[in-house]
């Protein structure tokens, strides 16, 4: 058994409370969340960040507060390469008490797409479709 210390309490979010969409707006990615966190005991005041990742490559997104939850206009995926994979980090930021502090945390958040949705499955290994492999294996 895999013993974990958490000492500074944080929660960890579930996925089920998390959706995201990635879309094409004008030739551009962009993605738009729904969040659930008032369940969660978080404050009202804490910042809620939005993350998308690929690899080393990430991108920061300010959505506001659990009592005040305010996405921002614009969401485009400008720094993240051209890939399917993205994965997503939401997090839940102390800025009242101990500034910075970790409140909760969500990772390797995948977004939902049309062809997951309409096949019914998720695959076991993804498969990023949008390069083209020429006579790789």
Same mark, same amino acid.
């Given at each position: 058994?895999?013993?974990?210390?958490?000492?500074?309490?944080?929660?960890?979010?579930?996925?089920?409370?998390?959706?995201?969409?990635?879309?094409?707006?004008?030739?551009?990615?962009?993605?738009?969340?729904?969040?659930?966190?008032?369940?969660?005991?978080?404050?009202?005041?804490?910042?809620? %960040?939005?993350?998308? %990742? %690929?690899?080393?490559?990430?991108?920061?997104?300010?959505?506001?507060?659990?009592?005040?939850?305010?996405?921002?206009?614009?969401?485009?995926?400008?720094?993240?390469?051209?890939?399917?994979?993205?994965?997503?980090?939401?997090?839940?930021?102390?800025?009242?008490?101990?500034?910075?502090?970790?409140?909760?945390?969500?990772?390797?958040?995948?977004?939902?797409?049309?062809?997951?949705?309409?096949?019914?499955?998720?695959?076991?290994?993804?498969?990023?479709?949008?390069?083209?492999?020429?006579?790789?294996?």
């Amino acid at each position: 058994m895999i013993r974990r210390l958490n000492y500074t309490g944080r929660k960890l979010i579930p996925h089920d409370n998390i959706l995201i969409n990635v879309r094409k707006i004008d030739g551009k990615r962009a993605f738009n969340a729904e969040l659930e966190l008032e369940g969660l005991g978080f404050s009202g005041g804490s910042k809620i %960040y939005i993350e998308p %990742y %690929y690899k080393s490559s990430f991108m920061r997104f300010d959505f506001g507060t659990i009592e005040d939850f305010s996405p921002p206009l614009i969401t485009y995926l400008t720094e993240i390469p051209e890939t399917e994979q993205i994965l997503f980090r939401v997090k839940v930021v102390d800025v009242e008490g101990r500034n910075g502090k970790l409140l909760g945390l969500a990772e390797r958040v995948s977004p939902k797409s049309e062809e997951t949705e309409t096949i019914g499955r998720t695959p076991l290994l993804p498969v990023d479709f949008s390069k083209d492999l020429g006579q790789q294996i």
